[in-house]
């Protein structure tokens, strides 16, 4: 998705850089547009390093690419955070003084902006009437946080979270939240375990986690109460939603089967990549090579198996028909078959409720921002592949087939 980043001249302009961290984190697309004054409080080098993109502000910058027009056509959402007090009203009289501002005219998009200023300005009579023609506009005002702001001050006008200005900004992009998960219990595992082997080692696998908190935030979004099991990630917890953070495949597994053993979950999403083995010792002191001179000698770490998390889950609902439960299939392919054949073996196997096959490899789905699944039934051949798409447009597809299964 592409966004464009809009910065105002304002002292909350620092936490714009958490913003565009949570967008880019995401996997959309991210062309940051400062104002002048904005670059007075954060210059152009920090936002070019987060977003990976060119800054420029004025529209006098590369004319031959008309970007003061190209910029607003071309975007699926306009994000401005913090939307200063002078920027609120350039952009509810339809000024046009810079790149930002020219930008808002040809966007066709969402628009959503996160007002940061003292009180005071706030609730001046002219920011509350250009506030309101914005809103009549179409345009997403979110309601600022009260607080300390600047200097001793305290009161409405502090900047939202950055997690809740995303969140908003996401609300905006894909329409009002559906509730067709009100009143559910989903518990999401995400990241991937790690295995000790002494104090500094440990066996693991390339899993950012990246898929499973999008999951976890679209559950939370059509109205979920999420129980996120997190293993190893370092990403924010999406809003709405409840981390518990584990290490090993031993924590993870203890910390779902809590979680269904409540008796209240409705859905079991178990996307983490889970190590299949564990060293059968741990060394309490770091393993030391030797240095013995023509020694190339090396430890045997001996393994054994980890449970099978998923399967146990499918077994302990003894046919109860609840929880739901989706599992995930990480396959390259082999000699014995192709990633499809893999994953209905997997599936048949496993005997969970749905089963995404996820596409893996070198520079494919691990740590990246886009990948492709296929969504398989124990009662159908076909597959339903989505993809090469983000990780947020998997997870929306993901739940429109859980959530039809509800009811």
């Known amino acids: 998705m592409r966004v464009v980043l809009g910065v105002a001249g304002g002292i909350a302009a620092y936490k714009a850089a958490l913003v565009l961290r949570l967008l880019t984190e995401a996997g959309h697309e991210v062309t940051?547009?400062?104002?002048?004054?904005?670059?007075?409080?954060?210059?152009?080098?920090?936002?070019?390093?987060?977003?990976?993109?060119?800054?420029?502000?004025?529209?006098?910058?590369?004319?031959?690419e008309v970007k003061h027009v190209r910029l607003g056509q071309e975007a699926d959402l306009v994000l401005v955070a913090p939307a200063t007090a002078d920027l609120l009203a350039r952009a509810a009289h339809g000024l046009a003084h810079d790149l930002l501002t020219t930008t808002f005219l040809t966007a066709r998009c969402p628009v959503v902006l996160a007002p940061a200023m003292h009180t005071e300005m706030w609730l001046h009579p002219a920011t509350v009437a250009n506030v309101a023609t914005l809103r009549e506009r179409g345009v997403t005002v979110v309601e600022p946080d009260s607080g300390r702001l600047t200097g001793t001050d305290s009161g409405p006008g502090r900047l939202p979270d950055p997690e809740h200005i995303v969140a908003a900004a996401m609300a905006?992009?894909?329409?009002?939240?559906?509730?067709?998960?009100?009143?559910?219990?989903?518990?999401?595992?995400?990241?991937?375990?790690?295995?000790?082997l002494d104090p500094v080692r440990f066996l693991g696998n390339r899993s950012s986690g990246k898929q499973g908190y999008a999951v976890a935030a679209e559950a939370a979004r059509r109205g979920a109460r999420v129980t996120l099991v997190s293993a190893n990630v370092a990403l924010p917890t999406p809003p709405g939603c409840e981390a518990v953070q584990v290490g090993t495949a031993l924590e993870l597994q203890e910390a779902v089967e809590a979680a269904v053993d409540a008796g209240d979950v409705d859905v079991v999403v178990m996307v983490a990549a889970v190590a299949?083995?564990?060293?059968?010792?741990?060394?309490?002191?770091?393993?030391?090579?030797?240095?013995?001179?023509?020694?190339?000698?090396?430890?045997?770490?001996?393994?054994?198996?980890?449970?099978?998390?998923?399967?146990?889950?499918?077994?302990?609902?003894?046919?109860?028909?609840?929880?739901?439960?989706?599992?995930?299939?990480?396959?390259?392919?082999?000699?014995?078959?192709?990633?499809?054949?893999?994953?209905?073996?997997?599936?048949?196997?496993?005997?969970?409720?749905?089963?995404?096959?996820?596409?893996?490899g070198v520079d494919k789905a691990f740590g990246q921002d886009t990948s492709t699944v296929h969504l398989l039934r124990p009662d159908s051949q076909e597959a339903v592949t989505v993809g090469p798409a983000t990780k947020d447009v998997i997870a929306t597809a993901i739940w429109d087939v859980v959530a039809a299964e509800l009811g």
């Open 32 to 64: 940051v547009v400062p104002t002048a004054a904005a670059l007075r409080f954060v210059g152009a080098p920090t936002w070019e390093a987060l977003s990976g993109r060119p800054v420029s502000s004025e529209v006098w910058d590369d004319v031959p």
């Open 172 to 196: 905006a992009l894909h329409g009002p939240a559906t509730d067709d998960l009100a009143g559910r219990h989903v518990v999401v595992s995400a990241g991937g375990t790690r295995e000790p």
């Open 276 to 360: 299949d083995f564990r060293p059968a010792h741990y060394a309490q002191s770091k393993i030391k090579k030797t240095h013995g001179e023509g020694d190339e000698s090396a430890p045997v770490i001996e393994l054994v198996r980890n449970p099978d998390i998923l399967a146990g889950l499918v077994q302990d609902r003894a046919g109860a028909g609840r929880p739901f439960i989706v599992g995930f299939a990480a396959e390259t392919g082999d000699g014995t078959g192709d990633v499809l054949e893999l994953a209905r073996d997997k599936l048949q196997r496993k005997g969970c409720d749905l089963l995404v096959a996820n596409e893996v």
